[in-house]
C-alpha cells in the first residue's frame, strides 16, 4: 500500500521572501535536531540475506507500531547484536 503524501501548505510569494531573508539568529533552534553530514555517514554494503517468513512479519508489525521501516529495524537489531558480542569478547 502507498503512503499517502501530506497535503503541501503553500505560500505566498511575500512569506517566501520573508522565509529567505531570515537570519539564523532569528530561527528557533529549540527543536533542532543534529544530523552528521552525509559525507561522514557510514557506507552500507548490500548483502543477501536469508530470514524466516515470520521474522520479518514480525518486523514488519514492530516496525509499524514504533514507525520504523522493517529494514532499519532489523539493520537496528543487528547492529545492537554486533555491538553486544563485541562488548563480550574485549572484555
Known amino acids: 500500500m502507498k503512503k499517502k503524501l501530506a497535503n503541501v501548505v503553500q505560500h505566498s ?3 517566501y521572501r ?3 531573508q531570515m537570519k539564523l539568529k532569528d530561527a528557533d533552534m529549540s527543536s533542532a535536531v543534529v ?3 552525509i559525507w561522514r555517514m557510514r557506507r552500507t554494503h548490500p548483502i543477501p540475506l536469508r530470514i524466516e517468513g515470520v ?3 514480525t518486523a514488519k508489525r514492530i516496525g509499524r507500531v514504533k514507525g520504523l521501516p522493517y529494514q532499519t529495524l532489523l539493520k537496528v537489531y543487528i547492529r545492537e547484536g554486533i555491538e553486544r558480542d563485541r562488548k563480550l569478547i574485549t572484555r
Do not use: H, M, N
Open 13 to 15: 510569494d511575500r512569506e
Open 18 to 20: 520573508e522565509a529567505s
Open 35 to 37: 544530523v552528521k553530514p
Open 55 to 57: 521474522d520479518i512479519a
